[in-house]
């Protein structure tokens, strides 16, 4: 193998308890006016307050837009893009959870080129730098904070539709652990599950010839040495904080872990890109209404077992940075304790096992199977090739809790 790596990364990445109270000095730098982009829990909370307060002695106007939804409809982002017009934004700061993000991003796009966030849905649509961005996730999920992608739920589209672009990436990203102690329990769940299946999927993704355009061919280029890097990384943090964060919100080393864990994952994906899991998962939260990460988190033990033949020993690394003794064993069974051990790990923080328990009926499947067929972003990154046949079995697999005739399957190849 070549060795090649490549990494879309903010210019500045600030991680570590207190280090919120670094945000003033950066955003001097950027902007007079700034937009902070929230929702209307986090607005009213002191800490919030005391962040946004502390940008005033440094010379900066800033307007607090607060009404980002959840699943980020493009109504919401057209309130906050008239609200930073109104203000003369010159710089967009989010703070929050990963549609608070997603929305200071899409913001920051329409205040710098104008026009409609359906006009930039797809990859490399957008064309040039827009305002510059300082993200502070909240959370311990998305990865938002430093990757080039934001995604919207477009009421003219069946499922939600992404914005992908180098340009998207931010300026500054400050990630604080103690922003996230008083995340509640279901939230640090499905947050932490989608972290980890962001960074399986970047681990396991296809790995694609390295060619001089590689990288202005796709925003998400494949497996490659760094996304690797961290990939294993953010497993091994993931894998050994998730479950104490959820069991103890006040778990300070937890907490830190699983946040650090969040922001590799992101740096992994973000390179790399997802996959199958992903591209099931839209049509399903569009169906259902469930978090996004409940629904890659179902998934994901599934897509591992349906792609094991494209993806063996990349299977058994994961195992390995997830702290498994898999000494002694084949290549296919450390694979198998791999996908058992991330399913076993989901199921202790409450996540569903089935596409059923997140209310997908069996008349929904082939209408799951077509429209997961439709993220083409994410179907060209799966290793294993799938066509819409193979997807309806994978689908299927996931509704039944049959990961037993995906497995058989594999041992037959």
């Known amino acids: 193998m070549t060795l090649f790596g490549t990494l879309r990364t903010p210019r500045n990445l600030v ?31 002191p800490e919030f307050t005391d962040i946004v307060d502390s940008l005033g002695p440094v010379g900066l106007e800033a307007i607090v837009f607060a009404e980002t939804i959840a699943e980020l409809p493009v109504e919401c ?21 990963g549609s608070c993000l997603d929305a200071a991003k899409i913001a920051a796009l329409l205040l710098a080129h104008g026009g409609k966030a359906s006009d930039y849905y797809g990859e490399f649509k957008v064309p040039g730098p827009v305002l510059p961005l300082i993200l502070m996730p909240t959370t311990s999920g998305t990865g938002s904070e430093v990757t080039p992608v934001a995604v919207v739920t477009d009421p003219d589209r069946a499922v939600k539709v992404g914005i992908a672009s180098p340009h998207l990436i931010s300026h500054t990203a400050i990630c604080d652990p103690d922003l996230t102690r008083t995340c509640p329990r ?4 499905v947050s932490g599950a989608d972290a980890l299946t962001h960074a399986i999927e970047a681990f396991t993704t296809l790995r694609r010839q390295p060619t001089g355009t590689i990288v202005h061919e796709h925003v998400f280029l494949g497996k490659n040495a760094l996304s690797d890097h961290y990939a294993l990384l953010a497993i091994s943090h993931i894998a050994s904080s998730l479950k104490r964060a959820c069991d103890d919100g006040n778990d300070i080393e937890a907490r830190e872990r699983l946040m650090f864990g969040a922001m590799a994952a992101g740096l992994a994906f ?33 897509v591992m077992e349906f792609n094991r033949h494209h993806c063996e020993a990349e299977l058994a690394e994961i195992g390995r940075a997830m702290g498994l003794d898999l000494s002694g064993m084949t290549t296919f069974e450390q694979a198998s304790a791999t996908i058992d051990a991330v399913d076993d790990l989901f ?6 096992r089935t596409i059923a328990d997140l209310g997908i009926t069996a008349a929904q499947l082939p209408l799951v199977a077509e429209q997961a067929m439709g993220s083409v972003r994410l179907i060209k990154n799966n290793p294993r090739p799938i066509e819409l046949e193979t997807m309806a079995i994978l689908v299927k697999a996931a509704f039944a809790n049959d990961r037993a005739s995906l497995r058989a399957a594999a041992t037959q190849r």
């Open 77 to 97: 982002i057209d309130k906050a893009v008239e609200a930073g017009r109104a203000h003369g934004a010159d710089l967009v700061i989010g703070i929050g959870g």
């Open 15 to 45: 991680f570590g308890a207190g280090q919120r109270h670094a945000l003033a000095g950066y955003a001097a730098a950027l902007g007079r006016s700034a937009l902070v982009v929230t929702d209307a829990r986090l607005a009213a909370d």
């Open 347 to 352: 199921e202790s923080i409450g996540i569903p």
């Open 270 to 302: 973000g390179t790399a890109g997802t996959a199958a899991a992903h591209a099931v998962q839209y049509p399903i939260g569009a169906m259902t209404h469930t978090p996004h990460g409940a629904g890659v988190a179902v998934m994901m033990p599934y």
């Open 186 to 189: 279901g939230l640090t769940a």
